[in-house]
């Protein structure tokens, strides 16, 4: 990958090298060949994800509108919940790649089990409130009373069993940081390929296993995610990774536990600032009826198939950051955000010609119905207008991350999401009588933002020079 062209032959064999994680060296060579080592594992990782989501939503939408209503008004809440685990995984990524770049592999591991121990105990506090309120919770989102009857199940399943979701992501951080991208990769391959076999049949009965409806799909993606927490507790315990954890390292170690708190609390503030907003705006839509809120959820989801890929890069710069700060390289670890900058931008431009183009064919998929397409249609083109500043934003944000720079994230969503966004999605939506559109072209605009603030930011050098 030397050269500015690379074959077939070299690219099927690069392929094969970054699937099976054999190249585990990132902090010397080829800068893009190490984009590519790390960012294939992790595209065709967030790819099998956003392919679950995508099937989940095929499934549901043949049970109810109120159905897909119920998983948007649930996974915007839901997203609180990642909004701690994603804060926790930057700090884990961060601190991690930071060891690994040290070679410190100890420090790396000690560091891991601090990070479960912290998940854990966020995960039962959720849970608790999950089992018991899921009524409340729904109500709370506007949800109409036939809505939550027929959904309450889903919300309490997913929320009591949000553990799965909390360790999933926090275990495949660690492996991420330490550069084994293709362990987490197989890790969600073997998830959400549980979740796609197990969807249909707890959703339509198979069997002796009853139709439980909505609710179904969220026992099918409880199991799932379940079983791939054990295999990744497996891989961690039996050595199969770079990082290597044994029974006697299961003891609290408060000195670097206070230090991930310390990184991951701008990254928890970060993702809660984005995913409050998130809810807000879910109920903004929620004003608009079952049906628009039902396209509205079905275009989010398909943008979740394109927007994974991106996060995947993005990843794959957090953790060369880390690794490259941690080897003393600061000039490398900047040269790999821009290259991998370059490309994130490029495949989400050719993404929204697609969007633009085929729009209401792609929502139509999913559910025939009139309002559906329309909104559903037109929020798939309002927001792929913002792909390419997306792309490019996402790797810059996340590169920060991968410094242990969480607090500028936080500043930029902070401004861009609650003093932008909200307000003007109200005001476009609601007293100018712009309807579900001021919705999204909110969303376009302040996505636009966050990606030319965070570059003249990355620009300034600072979080070179930041300490985890």
């Known amino acids: 990958m030397q050269s500015n062209k690379i074959s077939l032959k070299q690219f099927i064999q690069y392929f094969k090298i970054a699937v099976t994680g054999k190249e585990q060296e990132f902090t010397t060579g080829s800068i893009r060949k190490a984009v590519f080592m790390l960012s294939i594992p992790m595209i065709l990782e967030m790819l099998m994800e956003s392919i679950f989501a995508i099937v989940d939503i095929m499934y549901v939408s043949q049970v109810s509108v109120n159905a897909v209503a119920t998983i948007g008004l649930t996974e915007s809440v839901i997203t609180l919940v990642y909004a701690v685990a994603i804060g ?14 040290e070679t410190d592999i100890k420090g790396a591991s000690t560091a891991a ?11 039962a506090i959720i849970s608790v409130i999950g089992i018991i309120y899921p009524k409340e ?21 997913l929320l009591g069993g949000n553990i799965t979701i909390m360790l999933l992501f ?23 390929g549980l979740n796609i076999i197990l969807d249909p049949i707890f959703i339509f009965g198979f069997g002796p296993v009853p139709a439980y409806g909505v609710e179904g799909a969220a026992i099918a ?16 315990f039996y050595g199969f990774s770079k990082i290597k954890i044994a029974v006697k390292d299961l003891v609290l170690q408060v000195g670097v536990m206070i230090n991930l708190i310390k990184v991951s609390l701008g990254g928890i503030g970060q993702f809660l600032i984005g995913t ?37 890069m993005s990843n794959a710069a957090a953790t060369l950051v880390g690794q490259n700060l941690g080897a003393k390289k600061p000039e490398r670890a900047e040269k790999s955000v821009w290259k991998t900058g370059k490309y994130s931008a490029i495949f989400m431009g050719l993404v929204s010609v ?52 969480t607090k500028t994230p936080t500043y930029i969503n902070f401004v861009c999401f609650w003093l932008l966004q909200l ?17 999204f072209w909110a969303i376009t605009l302040a996505e636009v933002l966050i990606a030319v603030i965070a570059i003249i930011w990355f620009k300034k050098g600072a979080w070179k020079r930041v300490e985890v």
């Open 276 to 312: 409050s907003s998130w809810v807000f705006l879910m109920r903004i839509m929620s004003e608009f009826g079952s049906e628009v809120l039902a396209g509205y959820t079905i275009a989010i989801r398909v943008m979740m198939f394109t927007l994974m890929p991106a996060w995947g």
């Open 170 to 192: 926090l275990i495949n951080a660690i492996f991420r940081g330490a550069g084994d991208a293709s362990v987490a990769m197989w890790t969600l391959i073997l998830s959400n």
């Open 423 to 439: 307000p003007f999605a109200y005001v476009m939506a609601i007293t100018l009588d712009f309807g579900p559109s001021g919705v």
């Open 221 to 236: 993606t409880t199991i799932g995610r379940g079983a791939a927490v054990l295999f990744q507790l497996i891989i961690l």
């Open 354 to 405: 697609i969007y633009l183009v085929f729009a209401p064919q792609i929502i139509v998929l999913f559910n025939a119905t009139p309002d559906v397409v329309k909104y559903g249609s037109l929020c798939l083109r309002v927001i792929a207008a913002g792909y390419i500043f997306y792309g490019y934003g996402m790797v810059v944000i996340n590169a920060f991350n991968g410094a242990g720079d």
């Open 88 to 101: 926790l995984s930057m700090a884990a990524t961060a601190v991690v790649a930071r060891r690994v770049g």
């Open 137 to 157: 919770i729904l109500s709370l989102m506007g949800a109409e009373p036939d809505l939550i009857a027929e959904g309450y199940g889903y919300t309490k399943v």
């Open 113 to 123: 089990v601090q990070v479960i121990f912290l998940g854990v105990f966020v995960a």
